[in-house]
């Protein structure tokens, strides 16, 4: 066979000045990204901004590479006569260039693979002093259970008071550690400030760490970052909820140690000294987010806007005739406790959490005593902002209403 003989020696000039204007590329991508990022709000970013960086040299090199070779082709070697349907020269391996092609991506892929291991154990390894908040993960709402320190006591357990709340709260230079799982499906912890993603899976616990260095908060005399909180997303699509993951939950992160133990101190003694008046009672817990229900529901009141359950939006003027015979108590106690019992015409019987009272450590365990208060503030979620029912017929309710767990659907 005829093979065209190989050009005369290749001339290395073009080939060096390709090498440079690819490498300074790739370095002009990788030094101008950071301007299309969020803020670095945690100790930890800088690393992973810097890993980032680096894949993106390389990435970004080697995009304008293959770009420049697509248009070098396509213009050097275009057909010149159009009726030309020949093949072209038929070109036999290399060795010499397919060793180059294979050992350079080679070592660049192991110093990655090096780099990025040395920078994952970095972010996970645990700090000192650590906080430890548990997180949980459901459709549709991230739940944070703080632990008070081993001598503050809840009189009620005799164990260490803990409360629930639905933002995390933090402080600038807090070693915080996550203790993380889901209820139902896969859920994913992102915050992209703090530069952290971590998924939360059934049955399984995964944890995450890393410490703020800048506070949220009213925008004042420019120390903080101009916004309530940082949003919590949910980076795992987990249902028709899962936007709002990140519109309910945020990251505060105090300014200072003391404007952190505030907060808390206020926190613990609320949940000590509960209100007197249950519709207060059960506001206070639903505006906290103790327990997951803004995701699913829509409720003017305390901004909740979900779409997966009905709106809550004047129930107590709608309780009692939902269902014939029911009183509005007893349709609002049974609608926590046995959410499968009176389905509300177009929504699934399968979607709200059925709120046990048996087992503190189920994950949807609701005592009495808030299942009343919740009920209690809905029965105020009317016109006239008279409540619809009687705080005893409520308790009395709930006292007959015994809920196991494992009886009901999740
Ligand atoms: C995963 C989504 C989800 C969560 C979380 C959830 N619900 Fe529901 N809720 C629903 C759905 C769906 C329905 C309608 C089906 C039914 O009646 O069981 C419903 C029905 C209700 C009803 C009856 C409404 C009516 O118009 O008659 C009330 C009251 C209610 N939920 C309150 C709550 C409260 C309070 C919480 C939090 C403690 C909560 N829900 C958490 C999805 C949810
Ligand atoms: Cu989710």
């Not at 070592?107 to 997180?135: D, H, K």
């Not at 997951?292 to 979900?306: E, N, Q, R, V, Y």
Request: net charge negative; charged share 15%.
């Amino acid at each position: 066979m005829n093979r065209p003989s190989s050009s005369p020696g290749i001339n290395i000039v073009p080939l060096i000045i390709i090498a440079v204007v690819v490498i300074i590329g790739g370095i002009v991508l990788s030094t101008f990204a950071p301007l299309f990022f969020p803020a670095q709000g945690s100790a930890q970013a800088q690393q992973i901004d810097t890993l980032f960086q680096v894949m993106l040299a390389i990435g970004g090199g080697l995009f304008l590479l293959v770009q420049f070779l697509i248009f070098y082709s396509a213009i050097r070697f275009r057909i010149k006569d159009e009726n030309d349907r020949s093949d072209g020269p038929p070109i036999h391996g290399n060795n010499t260039l397919e060793i180059v092609w294979t050992a350079v991506p080679a070592v660049v892929v192991v110093i990655l693979v090096i780099y990025s291991y040395a920078v994952f154990s970095a972010i996970q390894t645990p700090l000192e002093n650590e906080y430890t908040v548990e997180v949980l993960g459901r459709r549709f709402a991230w739940t944070f259970t703080y632990t008070a320190a081993p001598d503050v006591l809840d009189p009620a357990t005799g164990l260490p008071v803990e409360f629930s709340d639905g933002n995390l709260y933090t402080y600038v230079g807090q070693n915080l550690r996550l203790e993380m799982t889901s209820v139902d499906v896969n859920h994913a912890f992102w915050v992209p400030e703090m530069r952290i993603k971590q998924d939360l899976l059934v049955g399984r616990i995964t944890e995450m760490r890393f410490t703020p260095i800048i506070a949220t908060g009213p925008a004042e005399d420019g120390l903080y970052y101009p916004q309530a909180g940082f949003p919590i997303r949910c980076a795992e699509l987990c249902g028709d909820g899962h936007g709002n993951m990140g519109l309910i939950s945020t990251l505060v992160v105090f300014a200072t140690q003391e404007d952190y133990q505030a907060w808390f101190d206020a926190r613990v003694f609320e949940g000590l000294n509960p209100p007197d008046d249950p519709a207060v009672f059960g506001e206070q817990i639903l505006a906290a987010a103790q327990y997951p229900c803004a995701g699913c529901h829509t409720l003017t009141d305390l901004g909740w806007a979900g779409i997966t359950g009905p709106n809550l939006d004047g129930i107590g003027d709608r309780a009692d005739d939902r269902v014939g015979g029911e009183s509005a108590e007893s349709y609002l106690i049974n609608s926590l406790r046995h959410p499968q019992r009176f389905i509300v015409p177009g929504f699934s019987s399968a979607l709200m959490p059925q709120f046990v009272e048996d087992n503190p450590d189920d994950r949807n365990y609701m005592p009495d005593q808030d299942a009343v208060a919740i009920a209690a503030y809905l029965c105020t979620q009317t016109t006239t902002g008279e409540s619809a029912c009687s705080v005893d017929e409520l308790n009395a309710v709930a006292a007959s209403e015994v809920t196991q767990t494992g009886t009901g659907a999740q």
